[in-house]
């Protein structure tokens, strides 16, 4: 299993060299600049003027050059200095040092994704489960419409319901940020409540589209798994249902799901534009969306790369996931 470690983590590199390569050329056929957001603003700004300004951030280079700059920086765990703002450097935005933790991008995504996933995974599992074992039955009829309906709703247009409703009509829950203006002479206690109730309608829309998905997916892969053989052969050894399903098909009807979760560690980090900006969240969501309407080239190349790092290591951690899950895999 070592070997096998080893194997695929020198795989990554060649992997993550294509994957930043691609990046960096599909940024840079976007039309416009990073100094245009500069000088179109300033009309008496002189040509001789833009030419320094693209010349101060290396845009007068052909790509290839300026993307072996970038992979010489990146060698040394730099992103460069951001385009953008104060010019900051593409880790101090991207970690926040300055702030508080509670009120840092990476903290802020990776808390409502981690809270996301937990609710995901603990409703979608036992009821695509139920809904396998109790097939064409009125629950699991219930639950398809539930699931192609949490399909076709689009995730900004159920905010926005959820905003108007909870927030505008009823008052009940704040619909924008993290905490509320009076935050500062709050109790801890309420401090808490605050934070929670500022949560409710973010973590929820996050958590909708991924439990309607999962559900389906653990349902597809717990009826193919009671139709094999050796499920047959235990209900003819007279085992009870209960333990012939959570006892025998459930860990092989979990390899997909194992793949799923594999998957969804990138949006610990990515987090999602859409709700992110919506609900005016100060996470990394919202900082890549700020990039790219700047066309701040090393923001975007910094959490791209981040998130290219961390799919590999969920497809890793997935393939991990599959040997412990199945002892067939760990023989080959």
Request: hydrophobic share 50%.
């Amino acid at each position: 299993m070592l070997i096998y470690l080893i194997k695929r983590l020198l795989e990554m590199i060649p992997t993550l060299f294509g994957i930043t390569l691609l990046s960096f050329f599909i940024i840079h056929l976007a039309p416009g600049k990073p100094t245009d957001i500069l000088t179109e603003l300033n009309p008496k700004i002189t040509p001789e003027a833009r030419l320094k300004l693209e010349k101060y951030y290396g845009l007068d280079k052909p790509i290839v050059v300026q993307y072996g700059m970038w992979l010489k920086r990146i060698v040394r765990l730099d992103f460069g200095e951001s385009f953008s703002g104060d010019r900051r450097p593409v880790m101090e935005r991207i970690w926040d040092t300055k702030k508080p933790l509670l009120e840092r991008r990476l903290f802020i995504t990776f808390l409502i994704n981690v809270l996301s996933m937990l609710i995901i995974f603990t409703i979608a599992i036992p009821v695509g489960i139920s809904s396998a074992t109790h097939q064409y039955s009125l629950y699991d009829k219930i639950t398809t419409t539930s699931v192609f309906i949490g399909f076709a709703i689009p995730s900004f247009w159920l905010a926005l319901l959820l905003m108007m409703l909870f927030g505008v009509h009823l008052g009940w829950l704040p619909i924008s940020g993290l905490k509320s203006m009076n935050y500062d002479s709050l109790t801890l206690m309420q401090k808490i409540w605050d934070r929670i109730l500022h949560l409710l309608l973010p973590v929820f829309v996050s958590s909708f589209g991924g439990l309607a998905g999962l559900s389906r997916y653990m349902r597809g892969s717990m009826l193919e798994v009671l139709r094999q053989d050796y499920v047959t052969t235990a209900r003819a050894k007279g085992l009870s249902e209960k333990r012939i399903i959570y006892g025998h098909a459930l860990r092989n009807a979990l390899l997909p799901i194992i793949t799923l979760l594999g998957l969804s560690i990138p949006g610990l980090i990515g987090g999602s534009v859409i709700f992110e900006n919506i609900f005016g969240i100060p996470g990394m969501g919202q900082l890549f969306f700020m990039g790219v309407m700047t066309r701040d080239y090393p923001l975007i190349m910094g959490i791209l790369t981040i998130g290219a790092i961390l799919t590999l290591i969920g497809n890793l951690l997935a393939d991990i996931g599959y040997m412990l899950a199945d002892p067939r895999i760990r023989v080959k």
